[in-house]
């Protein structure tokens, strides 16, 4: 998937040592540029104020602390930066992680990954370009944790529609999901317009309605 | 300690009202009643103790050059008298000790209770039984010696020789006007009346002392009663069950302490570690043609790794949740609900992060709750909250199911009600059958120590 574009400049945060170099690693192979890569959230947004990144790579727990001062830092610097693309790798599936990211900034350029997700190294590459490009991506196991519940207004959506709503919220275009789903690109339309209208999104520019529906299911665990 | 009401003479004698008080009188009465009380004590157990008071005469009186009484005789009585006290001691102590607890009133406000073992079966074999069995009949026997021979001695010298001396000395001028002749006074010995009265001064001044030593010494006599005859064993149970429930809050840190540190090492090191190789495996499969049997056994390696990696991260989620630490239970709450298998809702509204064990606590109280509703109540719906109030924080799951939950039917709820307890928190549980079952547990949470663990 190499491309021709000019390299992406990372800026990588992660406070484990040997992590932090196989992904520089495996950054530098797939055509990303590391300027810099770091060991904890100050590091971070000090590297970033330097450098002027397109992206920030950012471990959730870092030192001192060892909660979440990643996060934090990173919902910061969205803020600061707002053409900033920022992906966070969690160790675990936690909805209130993913909903102060994707609710910061303008909730594009964001993404919530599971740390596990750098294994499968070619499509992790690809997720952050997507990030870069200004999609935002939900790993698919909080979107698997979100369907599980049967709670209104997502109780709303067809099982076909929730199916298209996860695919949204990994950050795919309508024609890949009708890629995967084996249907017209039509069919992924209209699908994602009865979504948008059972959760009562108003027709604002698509990506915006895109992240709104994906901030919904996140906000129904928030109550 | 502050003495604003005393409780023993002792404690009266530091007080500054001491002497206009009731102190010193009761301290007296006390005393005296020592010698009357010492008196039935001392007949009581001469009694018993007879044989030996016989060889001790038989002994004295014994001339140079007697053959009797034959030595073997002389032991026989000592037996016999051993014998008899021990057989007949307690049978004497017992009433003796009842009114010494009762005459402890006199100089201890403080209650005591017998320290004595009740007979657990009825009949008089039981009762001998247990009397001579247990430690307190000793006790109170060891008591009653000292009541028939030291104490009375003491009380007898503390309350003469003081007031003795006082009285002599204020009335040394009046009897050495009406009876001239040298009276011994102290130290020395005075002839007229004038020499006399610097001694009669000594003597107003020795009263308050005698004041004091009545309250030293009916307070040193009342500690020893009280150390004797009271149930130690009341006041020891109770300082050990404190005791045992700090040591089991302090193994409860200890242990909530320890998964941290085992969840750190795990996720700083296996975790991470276990990532990277993964990782690399994956990037290593990249430099492989794709029909490669290389490629092939890699693929399988890789994904072994993976389910590997996913299998630790529960693991460790298990141990001690991330976000529990970052988030407290708002935080932490619906990740639970999210992960059982029935719809449950959470209400999580919480002024203030918790202290770190009360929050594991309600943690793991909701995620029991929640496997138990999930195995056996057969309910479409379970609902969670959890609220302060006051200074309690209300843990409240329910569900809709079959309802007849009972703690005695699992080890779960059992598990659950000991982790209550260690918090000094209260588990109560509805569950009719036919249901609905409603768990509510109440954890008592100090606002003025929020800590994040």
Same mark, same amino acid.
């Given at each position: 998937?190499?491309?021709?574009?000019?390299?992406?400049?990372?800026?990588?945060?992660?406070?484990?040592?040997?992590?932090?170099?196989?992904?520089?690693?495996?950054?530098?192979?797939?055509?990303?540029?590391?300027?810099?890569?770091?060991?904890?959230?100050?590091?971070?947004?000090?590297?970033?104020?330097?450098?002027?990144?397109?992206?920030?790579?950012?471990?959730?727990?870092?030192?001192?602390?060892?909660?979440?001062?990643?996060?934090?830092?990173?919902?910061?610097?969205?803020?600061?930066?707002?053409?900033?693309?920022?992906?966070?790798?969690?160790?675990?599936?936690?909805?209130?992680?993913?909903?102060?990211?994707?609710?910061?900034?303008?909730?594009?350029?964001?993404?919530?990954?599971?740390?596990?997700?750098?294994?499968?190294?070619?499509?992790?590459?690809?997720?952050?370009?997507?990030?870069?490009?200004?999609?935002?991506?939900?790993?698919?196991?909080?979107?698997?944790?979100?369907?599980?519940?049967?709670?209104?207004?997502?109780?709303?959506?067809?099982?076909?529609?929730?199916?298209?709503?996860?695919?949204?919220?990994?950050?795919?275009?309508?024609?890949?999901?009708?890629?995967?789903?084996?249907?017209?690109?039509?069919?992924?339309?209209? @699908?994602?317009?009865?979504?948008?209208?059972?959760?009562?999104?108003?027709?604002?520019?698509?990506?915006?309605?895109?992240?709104?529906?994906?901030?919904?299911?996140?906000?129904?665990?928030?109550? | 300690?502050?003495?604003?009401?005393?409780?023993?003479?002792?404690?009266?004698?530091?007080?500054?009202?001491?002497?206009?008080?009731?102190?010193?009188?009761?301290?007296?009465?006390?005393?005296?009643?020592?010698?009357?009380?010492?008196?039935?004590?001392?007949?009581?157990?001469?009694?018993?103790?007879?044989?030996?008071?016989?060889?001790?005469?038989?002994?004295?009186?014994?001339?140079?050059?007697?053959?009797?009484?034959?030595?073997?005789?002389?032991?026989?009585?000592?037996?016999?008298?051993?014998?008899?006290?021990?057989?007949?001691?307690?049978?004497?102590?017992?009433?003796?000790?009842?009114?010494?607890?009762?005459?402890?009133?006199?100089?201890?406000?403080?209650?005591?209770?017998?320290?004595?073992?009740?007979?657990?079966?009825?009949?008089?074999?039981?009762?001998?039984?247990?009397?001579?069995?247990?430690?307190?009949?000793?006790?109170?026997?060891?008591?009653?010696?000292?009541? #028939?021979?030291?104490?009375?001695?003491? #009380?007898?010298?503390?309350?003469?020789?003081?007031?003795?001396?006082?009285?002599?000395?204020?009335?040394?001028?009046?009897?050495?006007?009406?009876?001239?002749?040298?009276?011994?006074?102290?130290?020395?010995?005075?002839?007229?009346?004038?020499? #006399?009265?610097?001694?009669?001064?000594?003597?107003?001044?020795?009263?308050?002392?005698?004041?004091?030593?009545?309250?030293?010494?009916?307070?040193?006599?009342?500690?020893?009663?009280?150390?004797?005859?009271?149930?130690?064993?009341?006041?020891?149970?109770?300082?050990?069950?404190?005791?045992?429930?700090?040591?089991?809050?302090?193994?409860?840190?200890?242990?909530?302490?320890?998964? @941290?540190?085992?969840?750190?090492?795990?996720?700083?090191?296996?975790?991470?570690?276990?990532?990277?190789?993964?990782?690399?495996?994956?990037?290593?499969?990249?430099?492989?043609? #794709?029909?490669?049997?290389?490629?092939?056994?890699?693929?399988?390696? @890789?994904?072994?790794?993976?389910?590997?990696?996913?299998?630790?991260?529960?693991?460790?989620?298990?141990?001690?949740?991330?976000?529990?630490?970052?988030?407290?239970?708002?935080?932490?709450?619906?990740?639970?609900?999210?992960?059982?298998?029935?719809?449950?809702?959470?209400?999580?509204?919480?002024?203030?992060?918790?202290?770190?064990?009360?929050?594991?606590?309600?943690?793991?109280?909701?995620?029991?709750?929640?496997?138990?509703?999930?195995?056996?109540?057969?309910?479409?719906?379970?609902?969670?909250?959890?609220?302060?109030?006051?200074?309690?924080?209300?843990?409240?799951?329910?569900?809709?199911?079959?309802?007849?939950?009972?703690?005695?039917?699992?080890?779960?709820?059992?598990?659950?009600?000991?982790?209550?307890?260690?918090?000094?928190?209260?588990?109560?549980?509805?569950?009719?059958?036919?249901?609905?079952?409603?768990?509510?547990?109440?954890?008592?949470?100090?606002?003025?120590?929020?800590?994040?663990?």
């Amino acid at each position: 998937m190499r491309s021709e574009q000019p390299s992406i400049r990372v800026v990588l945060a992660e406070d484990g040592v040997l992590l932090r170099e196989g992904l520089a690693g495996l950054l530098s192979r797939f055509g990303f540029e590391v300027v810099a890569a770091v060991g904890d959230a100050e590091a971070m947004s000090a590297a970033v104020a330097e450098h002027l990144p397109d992206l920030v790579v950012a471990d959730i727990r870092m030192p001192p602390g060892f909660s979440d001062e990643g996060l934090r830092a990173a919902v910061e610097l969205r803020s600061a930066y707002p053409e900033l693309a920022v992906v966070v790798l969690s160790q675990y599936v936690e909805q209130s992680y993913a909903y102060d990211l994707l609710d910061s900034g303008r909730a594009d350029r964001v993404g919530y990954l599971l740390k596990d997700r750098v294994a499968d190294v070619e499509e992790f590459a690809a997720t952050l370009r997507q990030v870069t490009a200004g999609r935002t991506v939900v790993d698919p196991e909080v979107v698997r944790q979100l369907l599980h519940r049967r709670r209104d207004p997502l109780s709303r959506l067809s099982e076909r529609e929730q199916e298209v709503l996860a695919h949204i919220a990994e950050g795919h275009a309508n024609s890949v999901i009708a890629q995967l789903l084996v249907v017209s690109e039509g069919a992924v339309s209209k @699908h994602v317009g009865n979504i948008f209208s059972k959760l009562d999104l108003p027709p604002d520019d698509d990506v915006n309605r895109r992240v709104l529906a994906v901030l919904a299911y996140l906000r129904g665990t928030e109550r | 300690m502050p003495a604003e009401t005393p409780l023993t003479p002792i404690q009266a004698v530091a007080t500054r009202r001491f002497l206009i008080g009731w102190w010193p009188w009761r301290s007296a009465g006390y005393l005296l009643t020592t010698l009357a009380v010492g008196g039935v004590a001392f007949a009581g157990l001469a009694v018993l103790a007879g044989p030996w008071l016989g060889a001790a005469a038989l002994v004295l009186g014994r001339e140079p050059g007697d053959t009797w009484p034959h030595p073997a005789l002389v032991g026989l009585l000592l037996v016999a008298g051993a014998l008899l006290l021990a057989g007949g001691g307690p049978l004497v102590t017992l009433p003796l000790a009842a009114l010494e607890r009762f005459r402890l009133r006199l100089v201890d406000t403080r209650p005591v209770s017998s320290a004595r073992r009740r007979p657990s079966w009825p009949g008089f074999g039981a009762w001998a039984r247990t009397r001579y069995t247990d430690p307190a009949t000793w006790r109170e026997l060891a008591y009653a010696v000292l009541l #028939a021979s030291v104490l009375p001695a003491t #009380a007898l010298v503390a309350l003469v020789v003081p007031l003795g001396t006082a009285a002599v000395s204020v009335a040394a001028p009046l009897i050495l006007r009406t009876d001239p002749g040298p009276v011994a006074l102290l130290v020395t010995q005075v002839g007229t009346p004038e020499e #006399a009265l610097p001694f009669a001064a000594v003597g107003v001044a020795l009263v308050p002392v005698c004041a004091y030593v009545y309250a030293l010494l009916a307070g040193a006599h009342a500690a020893l009663a009280r150390e004797l005859l009271q149930s130690r064993g009341r006041t020891e149970l109770s300082d050990e069950l404190v005791e045992v429930a700090r040591s089991r809050a302090r193994l409860f840190d200890l242990f909530e302490a320890e998964r @941290h540190r085992i969840e750190r090492d795990l996720h700083d090191g296996a975790q991470q570690r276990l990532v990277t190789l993964t990782m690399q495996l994956g990037m290593t499969r990249l430099d492989l043609p #794709a029909d490669s049997p290389a490629a092939a056994q890699l693929d399988k390696a @890789h994904e072994q790794a993976k389910q590997l990696m996913s299998e630790l991260r529960e693991l460790i989620n298990g141990i001690h949740p991330q976000v529990l630490t970052d988030r407290g239970l708002p935080g932490a709450l619906p990740g639970l609900a999210e992960r059982c298998s029935i719809p449950a809702t959470v209400t999580a509204e919480l002024p203030r992060r918790l202290p770190s064990p009360i929050e594991s606590t309600a943690y793991f109280v909701v995620a029991e709750a929640l496997a138990n509703v999930a195995k056996h109540s057969g309910a479409a719906n379970a609902t969670v909250s959890a609220r302060t109030e006051g200074s309690l924080l209300v843990v409240e799951v329910a569900d809709d199911g079959s309802g007849g939950a009972a703690p005695e039917h699992g080890t779960g709820l059992t598990g659950l009600a000991d982790r209550v307890a260690v918090m000094a928190g209260r588990m109560e549980m509805s569950s009719p059958i036919g249901g609905p079952t409603l768990l509510r547990v109440e954890l008592p949470c100090d606002p003025s120590s929020p800590q994040s663990g």
